[in-house]
């Protein structure tokens, strides 16, 4: 059974930077895939950033490209993000996830592709203008 903590969320104001960190324990190699998501009130939880577990290019939604990136410490089972210039629309509640998907980076676009998925608790990101 996968458990997933996240953490670093924060209030910051817009041009700021945060990393959060997912920690992560119970680790099965069924699940390939990594990646942050993201849910604003009123709004679907949509995919942020994903990176494959074994490696291998990451990939990340438009809104966020070249100001936000992933990675993963394997020797410390965690998981980052790394935000920089942050908007007011990057509020959201920000979730980290393991799931299986034939490509990790469908998820981005399309959440139902995540088989078998394993969600953190979520840590809040509040963008001030």
């Known amino acids: 059974q996968v458990q997933l903590v996240e953490s670093g969320g924060s209030s910051v104001q817009a041009g700021g930077s945060l990393r959060l960190s997912c920690a992560a324990s119970g680790y099965s190699v069924r699940s390939p895939c990594m990646g942050w998501f993201r849910q604003a009130p009123g709004k679907e939880r949509e995919g942020v950033a994903t990176?494959?577990?074994?490696?291998?290019?990451?990939a990340y939604a438009d809104s966020v490209k070249g100001r936000f990136t992933i990675s993963r410490d394997n020797a410390k089972n965690t998981l980052y993000l790394q935000m920089n210039s942050l908007k007011p629309e990057d509020t959201a509640m920000y979730y980290c996830?393991?799931?299986?998907?034939?490509?990790?980076?469908?998820?981005?676009?399309?959440?139902?592709?995540?088989?078998?998925?394993?969600w953190g608790q979520g840590t809040q990101v509040t963008v001030s203008s």
């Open positions: 996830a393991t799931y299986r998907a034939l490509r990790c980076m469908s998820a981005i676009q399309a959440l139902g592709v995540m088989a078998s998925p394993s």
């Open positions: 990176i494959p577990s074994s490696g291998g290019d990451a």
